[in-house]
């Protein structure tokens, strides 16, 4: 078998009047995440984890802010494309493992909504994502609810 490791982060200025997506569901709060689709921090992390995995560079490659074509656009058609990218490079998902860094609101409470709905774009089952949580302890722009984060790694292989 051929394994593939990737990493991917993405970051996200908070504030009122967005809304927060994460992991392809919205979640109800009184900040959501600017950016120039969605925002949706944890699906951007996992894409740029699986491009990179794949040698195939990043989300911002495939999809720049420059073009009016992604701006406001669901994440979840932006994980589709990447998905059929890596498989016809022959690559199957062994497993993902993410964790959303943000003070509030909580995430666990959303954690088998969010394995759902990416499983179901990744064709993959619920024991091949871990989804985490953490706070940054009141700490840097996380901490000061200005931001949110999302860590992700993946592996690919071929048969």
């Given at each position: ?14 504030a009122a009047g967005y809304d927060l997506w994460l992991g392809g ?135």
């Amino acid at each position: 078998m051929n394994f593939k490791i990737g990493f991917g982060y993405d970051v996200h200025q908070l504030a009122a009047g967005y809304d927060l997506w994460l992991g392809g569901i919205k979640i109800e709060h009184d900040k959501g995440a600017m950016g120039h689709s969605d925002a949706d921090v944890l699906i951007h992390a996992i894409s740029d984890a699986i491009l990179g995995a794949a040698c195939l560079r990043d989300i911002g490659y495939h999809f720049p802010d420059t073009d009016p074509a992604y701006k406001g656009i669901d994440s979840k058609i932006l994980l589709q494309k990447v998905f059929t990218l890596i498989e016809d490079k022959g690559y199957k998902i062994g497993n993902i493992d993410s964790t959303i860094c943000l003070e509030k609101p909580k995430i666990n409470p959303h954690i088998t909504s969010m394995q759902d709905c990416l499983c179901r774009i990744l064709s993959i089952e619920h024991d091949q994502i871990s989804i985490k949580a953490t706070t940054k302890e009141k700490m840097g722009f996380v901490g000061e609810e200005k931001g949110i984060e999302a860590y992700a790694v993946v592996l690919l292989y071929k048969n």
